[in-house]
């Protein structure tokens, strides 16, 4: 038996009578479609509801499912530790879930587990269910940092371990939505805000779940989401199948998003596979992307490619443009798969007798020396996104006001320690925000006297 029926859910603390004290009228309509949520999930009487929470313990490259028999919790950091959960949970299935992890060599496991009481994002849907439905283990899953591609295959691979029980189960996805919607909000406003709100709304009343894996991740950033990565692996468990949304409620009275959906299954379809279609689209974009990329960059993919299957560490073709042979320069190898950071290494000035050298060098850093990240492997090879930067001679500056976010990339100096940051980054906006990332890289700390110095680019994609 496959998953029965899923829900997207906020999980605002406030909505708790005992913690909002009154508060939580400002949310009523919040409050009316959770009772129906609740009133549908004692209608179906689940053997097992799974929860996935951006507040249980989340590691960027691992997906932790909550381990053991049990677990407690309560809402004593809102001042309401009379508010207590005791869960069972479903270990049978916590079991086959990571079975199928192992086969898949896919990150996902019960290990790394810091606390074992219930989180908030946990317990808040489970303070209205539990009003209505007493019976049925649980299952406590967390996000992590991976690509949103992973957190459709999870949901893939959640579902199947549900299947392969024949367990009577429903999907709880927990997350607000973004925390950026009023100046009057905690989080204040952005401009994102508003539009993630409505365009995830959207997506939700259609059970357009293929346009979940098109959100861009410096977007969700801005907008403060909290919930994307947990309604994306919620989608995952419904691949494959026809899905009948009921859009329940939206509300933004508080600065920040809570909406309400439920999904519930209604067959098989085949054009409803929507991780295989996107990964087919992306396929066909990056191997366009190849075939188009100049001189610098595809020398850049050689480079790793070379080295990550043979081990092999290439000697520059003669048949390049002059310059890459004769001219030396700093430079930078950039590595996005699925839209993420995947390796980023270079160096500020030549260290190479050409430039054609430095790519080749800090191409196999970037992709096997980054100390962010594990070293590619062979199979990730297809999935890469590369661009080259090659720097002009860096010139020192008295003040940021000679900055510029999309001109100039910023390497402060302290001492020894030196942080560099490039230039027309995603998600880096201003000069302030450009410098105080180049500081957190060399770990100089906020008041410390800096220098400054600035460079420009010349970006190869």
């Keep these: 038996m496959a998953i029965i029926k899923a829900f997207m859910v906020p999980h605002p603390p406030m909505i708790v009578p005992d913690i909002g004290r009154g508060g939580e009228k400002e949310i009523e309509e919040t409050i009316k479609a959770y009772e129906q949520v609740a009133d549908e999930i004692a209608e179906i009487k689940p053997e097992t509801i799974i929860i996935t929470s951006p507040h249980s313990i989340m590691y960027a490259d691992y997906f932790h499912i909550s381990p053991g028999a049990k677990a407690k919790g309560n809402f004593a950091r809102f001042n309401a530790a009379s508010v207590k959960f005791e869960e069972n949970y479903d270990e049978e299935l916590v079991n086959a879930i990571c079975d199928l992890a192992y086969r898949d060599d896919f990150s996902a496991g019960t290990l790394g587990e810091k606390d074992k009481s219930l989180d908030h994002g946990t317990m808040v849907p489970l303070y209205f269910i539990r009003n209505k439905y007493k019976a049925g283990k649980i299952v406590r899953i967390g996000l992590s940092g991976l690509p949103l591609t992973d957190h459709y295959k999870f949901g893939m691979m959640i579902n199947e371990a549900v299947t392969k029980l024949g367990r009577r189960t429903v999907f709880v996805a927990s997350g607000d ?82 909406g309400i959906c439920t999904f519930k299954p209604i067959g098989l379809n085949e054009k409803r596979h929507f991780l295989k279609q996107h990964l087919s689209a992306l396929r066909e974009k990056i191997e366009n992307a190849r075939e188009q990329s100049d001189p610098y960059v595809k020398l850049a993919r050689r480079s790793l490619e070379s080295f990550i299957v043979n081990g092999k560490v290439i000697k520059a073709p003669l048949d390049l443009p002059l310059e890459m042979l004769q001219d030396r320069a700093g430079v930078f190898v950039s590595i996005h798969k699925h839209g993420k950071l995947r390796g980023c290494i270079g160096t500020t000035g030549p260290t190479e007798i050409c430039i054609a050298d430095e790519i080749i060098q800090n191409a196999i850093s970037a992709s096997t020396k980054d100390p962010r990240f594990d070293p590619i492997t062979e199979d990730e090879l297809e999935w890469l996104e590369i661009n080259v930067d090659v720097l002009t001679e860096p010139e020192p500056i008295s003040s940021i006001d000679e900055l510029d976010v999309k001109k100039y990339g910023v390497i402060v100096s302290c001492g020894g320690r030196r942080g560099l940051l490039l230039p027309d980054l995603d998600g880096v906006d201003t000069v302030e925000d450009q410098v105080q990332i180049a500081m957190d890289k060399g770990r100089i700390r906020r008041g410390e006297s800096v220098s400054l110095q600035r460079f420009e680019v010349i970006r190869h994609v």
Excluded: W
């Design 177 to 258: 939505l973004s925390h950026k919607l009023q100046s009057y909000g905690p989080y204040g406003f952005a401009e994102e805000g508003p539009l993630y709100d409505e365009r995830i709304m959207d997506v939700a009343k259609r059970a357009a779940f293929s346009e979940m894996l098109d959100f861009d991740e410096v977007f969700c950033d801005k907008a403060a989401e909290c919930g994307h990565r947990s309604f994306v692996i919620m989608a995952g468990a419904l691949d494959g199948m026809d899905v009948e949304a009921n859009y329940l409620s939206h509300q933004d009275v508080t600065g920040v998003g809570y």
